[in-house]
């Protein structure tokens, strides 16, 4: 069955860096996009990144272009989302994502557990 497993949250200082993962297995991996997402308390569910199946092509929301950097090693079958300049705003728990087509016009998301990101000093 699908599975994806993030890893690499925790606490960090304002200023600071963190990289996630996340783990990929029951499809064919390098065959979709990907995405990171991100929820705050109280906050609606954010896209944060997104990747094409190949890696080529990225984007970013605006919050946080220039500091994050989504990118991914299909041999590997993982996801990755490298932090930078992590201010408290991006505190949140934060997911992988793909989708497939399921049926006309409708899509079939599937989610992680979360990794949970805190930036505090």
């Known amino acids: 069955q699908v599975q994806l497993v993030e890893s690499g949250g925790g606490l960090v200082q304002p200023g600071g860096s963190l990289k996630l993962s996340c783990a990929a297995s029951?499809?064919?991996?390098?065959?979709?996009?990907m995405s990171w997402y991100r929820q705050a308390p109280g906050k609606e569910l954010e896209l944060v990144a997104g990747?094409?199946?190949?890696?080529?092509?990225?984007n970013y929301a605006d919050s946080v272009k220039g500091r994050f950097t989504i990118s991914r090693d299909n041999a590997k079958n993982t996801l990755y989302l490298q932090m930078d300049s992590l201010n408290p705003e991006d505190t949140a728990l934060y997911y992988c994502?793909?989708?497939?087509?399921w049926g006309p016009g409708h899509w079939k998301d599937y989610w992680g557990q979360g990794t949970q990101v805190t930036v505090n000093s």
């Open positions: 990747i094409d199946k190949t890696g080529d092509n990225t």
């Open positions: 994502n793909f989708r497939t087509p």
């Open positions: 029951g499809f064919t991996f390098s065959h979709v996009a």
